[in-house]
């Protein structure tokens, strides 16, 4: 094979961290714009301009979540198995908020009630906000410890519950991830609509903007000064296959931080997050919507690689047990199975890359409220 098992364990963290930035990027706005929808729109043209701004793109978006989910259960089994069986209930509330976005986006306009509309766009509102809110809480779950250990038969057990995910940290990054999303759907609305709607979604995204450099930089103290990460000991050789339980894992306040002074350059990442937030709001302010949502998807990708680089090794630790951590080294397929996988993304990523570039630029223009009064039974 062209590379070792230890370096393509390394590139397919690199793979699942890239489909969860691009899902972040072309999914994100989607979610941003159903949450943003019951208050852009002031009246039943409005909000379905508000809603075409991602209609005709949303479904696509989608690819990248359920690649992501694909890659994950092929390249970390472990960790699909583990966070099926602690994040069920979470999992399962997230599926069904994403299933008012299919039904609310084709049913809202077939009856012309104000009543009916009313009622699916705050449906398609929990269709972008329980999302976006879960994506967060898991996250923040995450860094905090998820409550599971592996016995001698590398049997699971899953200690915690539902309720006990909702902590207040984790509600933080909740609320980071919100924040996150409603500054991308803004800052996209601003390139599809025009007039009032584009004007209130620009404010929309700076005050999502600003808030989202508050929560993450009061996220960022709260890890580095109080909560306890984790640190990898000693473990078998990267090259090797072995189970999480040969290895050696400690707990220590302020371990997450760990990598930023190993890798003196990923202390640029926070940073990258906080400025492409600010600059976010600023190029809304001086209304120039395309680099708005350029420097939006950097925020985008700062935030969710300053997260990925600070539990680097570690994809799902366990506060039960830390030896039965999950780490990139551990809960990996066999060298066969991600040599095999790393061609197909190789030449299939670039494909869905071309593809999807194709789609938005046919797809390029505003929507209008005349558009939308003209085309009735076309457009949503």
């Not at 393509?8 to 990027?25: E, P, R, S, T, Y």
């Not at 599926?95 to 008012?100: N, P, V, Y």
């Not at 999302?131 to 967060?136: D, M």
């Amino acid at each position: 094979m062209l590379f070792d098992y230890a370096t393509l364990k390394v590139i397919w963290w690199g793979f699942v961290g890239a489909l969860m930035i691009g899902f972040a990027v072309t999914g994100g706005f989607d979610l941003g714009a159903g949450m943003l929808l019951p208050f852009l729109g002031r009246n039943d043209a409005e909000r379905r301009v508000v809603i075409n701004t991602v209609g005709a793109t949303w479904e696509g978006n989608q690819t990248w979540f359920i690649t992501a989910g694909g890659a994950l259960f092929a390249a970390w089994p472990l960790v699909y198995a583990a966070a099926f069986s602690g994040f069920y209930i979470a999992l399962m509330l997230l599926l069904f908020a994403l299933f008012f976005r299919p039904v609310g986006f084709d049913y809202r306009s077939k009856i012309a009630d104000p009543r009916w509309r009313s009622t699916w766009d705050w449906a398609l509102f929990a269709g972008g906000f329980v999302p976006a809110l879960i994506f967060g809480v898991a996250f923040g779950n995450l860094l905090l410890g998820v409550p599971f250990r592996y016995d001698d038969t590398m049997r699971l057990t899953y200690t915690g519950s539902f309720f006990a995910l909702l902590n207040p940290f984790a509600i933080l990054s909740g609320l980071i991830s919100v924040a996150m999303f409603v500054m991308h759907g803004a800052a996209f609305i601003q390139i599809k609509a025009d007039g009032a709607i584009a004007g209130r979604a620009a404010r929309a995204a700076i005050v999502a903007a600003l808030a989202l450099c508050v929560l993450f930089l009061l996220a960022g103290f709260i890890v580095n000064g109080h909560v306890e990460g984790y640190r990898v000991v000693s473990m078998p050789g990267a090259s090797t296959a072995f189970v999480p339980t040969d290895k050696t894992v400690v707990q220590a306040v302020g371990a997450w931080t760990d990598n930023y002074a190993r890798w003196p350059l990923t202390r640029l990442l926070p940073l990258i997050a906080i400025a492409g937030a600010l600059q976010c709001a600023w190029m809304s302010r001086m209304r120039v919507p395309l680099a708005a949502f350029i420097s939006s998807a950097i925020a985008l990708a700062g935030v969710i690689l300053t997260a990925g680089v600070s539990m680097f090794p570690f994809v799902m630790p366990s506060s039960l047990d830390p030896a039965s951590s999950l780490t990139l080294w551990d809960a990996v397929a066999s060298r066969k199975s991600l040599g095999i996988m790393f061609w197909v993304v190789i030449v299939m990523l670039p494909v869905i890359l071309l593809y999807t570039g194709w789609v938005y630029r046919v797809l390029r223009g505003k929507i209008t409220e005349a558009d939308v009064r003209l085309d009735e039974h076309t457009l949503y």
